[in-house]
């Protein structure tokens, strides 16, 4: 994960959106993606996609 001050530089610098994510490879790539608009969760994976059925054990 990149913490927060260096996906805020890598978005200035780039002039893009830089989304970070979770997922295994073995199973399902992409799980949780992070927002391209949402500020308040830089630094972080983001939420579950929409078609994600997602279960804590």
């Known amino acids: 994960m ?3 001050h260096v996906e805020v530089f890598l ?3 780039a002039c893009a959106h830089i989304l970070q994510g979770y997922g295994l ?9 992070s927002l391209p608009n949402q500020f308040h ?3 972080a994976a983001g939420p579950a996609l ?8």
Do not use: Q, Y
């Open 50 to 57: 929409p078609s994600m059925n997602v279960c804590l054990v």
């Open 11 to 13: 978005r200035v610098v």
């Open 2 to 4: 990149l913490s927060s």
């Open 25 to 33: 490879t073995k199973t399902c790539v992409d799980t949780f993606v």
């Open 41 to 43: 969760i830089l630094g």
